[in-house]
């Protein structure tokens, strides 16, 4: 029987303006995701700097506690997945739950926030792939130039099928996670002088000054787990599958990083973590790993390390992309960003113009770069991190609004009652993250590094301000000067499987009544 209910994708531009479907199943969409976590680059960055900067010791429960947020988020967020299929995903669920001028406004921190992350890792892959080219090849190099080369070799990726870039996303992340596994293995195995302890999981250790700056920045390790939805239109089931992967995603990256944090801290030593992690940075994995596994095995790593940072950045690039597509095919970027490559389907002017603003954002921070052979810390200290916690700030912001907008939705359509859990769940989430973005924007002075009464700790967040101001204005000129594109605002894709439930509901009975 009939249900009313199909996977093909219908657009009010005609099938010419979809993305192609039947691309990418449950295990490639996995993969894509979670290697936006770059699972390496936070096991050797993020986790030394909540141990050594932040002071907490219970980073592992930490990682246990976003993860429970972050799931509690997911409920609503894969309720809305099954509903609404559009590459558009953050902005389309605002739209749909809150109204076009909201929608607008999420396009454009979406387009920022995603951008700047990968503007992020551009910086480290630059930084460490010259660190490694002077290292083994004896090739001296500024790292604008592996990170122009990376931005270019991305670019080329992006115009190509989905599917292919899940099989490159694929191998670099199994084999950076298995070399993960490994070290969290031998650190389990030959235990600091602490020996085998559970101290880190212990409530009492995420007490002082640090935990909320450590909120805020360890929740930007979970960041790449909610871009399932934005391949939507080119899965098989997209009613089935992006939820699916979803919860997968946020699970395992919980998991992954609460063991791999505790590993850590069980190689040095609880008592003595922070101030291995102060003293040695980023260095702290590879000298543990070192001192276990030796020389080879560590250069090894030191170079998934490099390669991961390259799929994290390919999936970021893809997501962005995909988010100007939609917005091309809605009215709110040139109609020319919402049309695909003929060959391969994929939004190949969306991934074009992000090439060309990635090597912008490098060539800018090079330009910079202003000392005679190159600041050592303008690619990380700056590049790095101040564009990745803008791009955190402004995802938590948009999981946050898409929260209050999976209740808005389905309130409005006659369902709270059916979906009363998942929707507690969403407003528990909603209220859990904006918690996080209020500690993000006190504390965004540490979080960059930049000390007290820094006019950076307000300009940075400014930023995701400052294009929530530009879209919701954007939003409301289009509403009163072009309103049947305002109208628009996240139909692109017309799978809205609550509207054809309720058509198909009123067709039978009206057929019953006559």
């Not at 199943?25 to 979670?34: E, F, K």
């Not at 409920?75 to 809305?80: D, I, S, T, V």
């Not at 790292?143 to 190509?160: C, F, H, N, R, T």
């Amino acid at each position: 029987m009939s249900t009313g209910i199909t996977t093909e994708i219908s657009t009010f531009k005609g099938q010419e303006r979809r993305l192609r479907a039947n691309r990418i199943g449950v295990a490639g969409l996995l993969l894509s995701v979670v290697a936006a976590s770059a699972p390496l680059m936070v096991t050797a960055g993020v986790m030394p700097t909540t141990y050594g900067v932040m002071g907490i010791v219970g980073q592992p429960l930490l990682f246990v506690i976003l993860g429970v947020v972050l799931t509690l988020f997911s409920f609503g967020y894969a309720e809305m997945s099954r509903h609404v299929h559009n590459a558009g995903a953050f902005y389309a669920y605002i739209a749909r739950g809150l109204g076009g001028t909201a929608g607008a406004a999420a396009s454009v921190v979406a387009l920022v926030a995603y951008s700047a992350m990968q503007f992020a890792i551009y910086g480290i892959f630059g930084y460490e792939m010259a660190g490694l080219l002077r290292k083994h090849l004896g090739l001296d190099v500024g790292w604008w130039l592996p990170a122009a080369a990376g931005a270019l070799l991305i670019g080329v990726l992006g115009w190509l099928k989905i599917d292919l870039n899940a099989k490159v996303l694929g191998v670099l992340l199994l084999v950076e996670c298995a070399m993960v596994v490994v070290f969290d293995a031998a650190g389990v195995a030959r235990p600091g002088p602490d020996g085998l302890s559970l101290h880190a999981f212990d409530p009492g250790t995420l007490s002082g000054a640090g935990l909320g700056t450590a909120l805020s920045f360890t929740i930007a390790s979970f960041v790449g787990f909610e871009q399932a939805a934005v391949y939507a239109e080119e899965t098989s089931r997209p009613q089935v599958v992006v939820a699916r992967v979803t919860f997968l995603a946020v699970g395992f990256v919980s998991l992954f990083f609460a063991l791999g944090s505790w590993a850590m801290s069980i190689a040095a030593g609880p008592s003595h973590i922070v101030a291995l992690a102060g003293k040695q940075g980023p260095d702290l994995l590879f000298a543990l790993t070192e001192d276990r596994l030796g020389s080879t095995f560590t250069t090894t790593m030191h170079v998934f390390y490099v390669t991961g940072m390259f799929a994290a950045m390919l999936s970021f690039h893809n997501v962005v992309a995909r988010y100007a597509f939609a917005m091309g095919r809605e009215g709110l970027l040139p109609a020319a960003m919402g049309r695909t490559s003929r060959t391969s389907g994929a939004p190949a002017h969306g991934s074009l113009l992000q090439s060309a603003v990635s090597l912008l954002a490098v060539a800018l921070f090079a330009v910079t770069d202003d000392r005679p052979h190159g600041d050592p810390t303008a690619p990380v200290q700056r590049l790095f991190t101040w564009m990745g916690n803008v791009g955190a700030l402004g995802v938590i912001l948009l999981m946050a609004a898409a929260s209050a907008a999976v209740i808005a939705f389905f309130v409005r359509r006659g369902a709270a009652r059916a979906l009363a859990p998942r929707l507690v769940a969403s407003g528990v989430a909603g209220v859990a993250l904006l918690v996080i973005v209020g500690y993000a924007v006190k504390d965004f002075d540490v979080l960059v590094g930049s000390g007290p009464g820094s006019a950076l700790g307000w300009v940075l967040p400014g930023i995701v301000g400052a294009a929530v101001v530009v879209g919701v204005v954007y939003g409301l000129v289009l509403k009163a000067v072009r309103p049947e594109v305002h109208a628009r605002i996240g139909l692109g894709n017309e799978a809205f499987q609550l509207e054809k439930a309720a058509a198909t509901a009123a067709m039978s009975s009206r057929k019953v009544s006559s």
